[in-house]
């Protein structure tokens, strides 16, 4: 498989993730459990949220 074949198809794969993610709902209580990871303080005692602390917004990236 050249680079070329597998950039599409990894373009392909981001634009039917996204398509799916849009159609995605989320109840309050989920949605308060992914917006601690959006913007996590830095004194958390979870690792997880300090992973994300420490990656920041990597959106468009």
Known sequence: ???SRL?????????RSAAEAEKVVLKPLERAQI????NPPA?????LEYAFYLLGDVRGK
Not at 7 to 15: C, G, K, L, M
Not at 43 to 47: A, K, L, R
């Open 43 to 47: 004194d958390t005692p979870y690792g």
């Open 7 to 15: 950039s599409e198809r990894n373009q392909a794969e981001i634009e």
């Open 35 to 38: 917006d601690r990871y959006l």
């Open 1 to 3: 498989m050249t680079g």
